[in-house]
DNA sequence: CATAATAATGTTATAATGTAACAACTTTAA
DNA sequence: TTAAAGTTGTTACATTATAACATTATTATG
């Protein structure tokens, strides 16, 4: 059993139908996406969508795309760590990727830290066209 | 005569108005904060002020914040080269700092050549706490 | 100049995204 | 068992952004 059931189990109902709805969608999807398809499942409210997505980034299950007002289940690898944090997002298909690199965060840490700033919050989030999309 | 007064000249009266007013802020507003600030000025509907903000966006005399859905007039010295720019945004005193680092901007060229990922747009926001808010 | 093309503006209405606030119920821990 | 913390349901509202259409101003172009 890995870390993500681990996780999963300790999840409230919604918190579950969310995350599942996420899970099973090949993007990223807005709160009001989820809220519709989450209709049949009994929500009525945004609220009952933001609330369980609050605690799923939390949990750092679930990631929100600042650019796109959406949100992506997360498929890191090792989902412990994660300090630095990018995102590709294609324009054409919709397609996340998800990735850390090393010399990236070591860079970063060192801006941040010659700026004497208390990073509390990351945001690298990189729109354009995937090699899936461009390669035709 | 700077880059940014050759610019400005070039603007229209809306576009103007929404860059003074962005320029004089000491911080990022909100389009509505924009529309607040220039109903003397005759403004009545929030495309006056979103319409100037995509051409002045689209100048790089001013940049959007994706994470906190606010616009901050451009500070950054050779306004030309934006190709990979960051920010930093202060959660206490709202300042933001916008930089760009050379060996970031190389890392970053090589994650996305790697990926074969056409680059479009880059969002980069930390956000945190600026030396002025935590030194106290 | 005439006139067509482009850019900018004004306005109304609506869509999309996100929170506040209150009441009820459930689980956990003392 | 009782208090605390967490979860849920619900109504109402706040904030951010765009669609659509009519009008005016500016800029080429012949
Ligand atoms: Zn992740
Ligand atoms: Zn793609
Ligand atoms: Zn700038
Ligand atoms: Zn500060």
């Excluded at 997360?74 to 997002?89: K, Q, V």
């Excluded at 998800?98 to 830290?113: A, I, P, Y």
């Amino acid at each position: 059993m890995n870390e993500h059931a681990h996780i999963s189990a300790n999840l409230s109902k919604n918190q579950l139908l969310v995350m599942d709805a996420l899970t099973n969608s090949d993007g990223p999807l807005s709160a009001y996406a989820i809220l519709d398809q989450l209709c049949d499942q009994g929500f009525r409210a945004p609220q009952q969508v933001y609330r369980a997505l609050k605690k799923l980034v939390d949990f750092n299950m679930v990631h929100r795309l600042e650019s796109l007002n959406a949100f992506v289940a997360c498929r890191h690898p090792g989902r412990e760590d994660h300090e630095t944090l990018a995102f590709m997002i294609c324009e054409n298909c919709g397609q996340v990727s998800e990735f850390t690199d090393n010399l990236l965060s070591k860079r970063l840490q060192h801006l941040t830290g010659a700026a004497h700033f208390v990073l509390n919050k990351m945001t690298i989030e990189f729109r354009g066209i995937c090699i899936n999309c461009h390669s035709t």
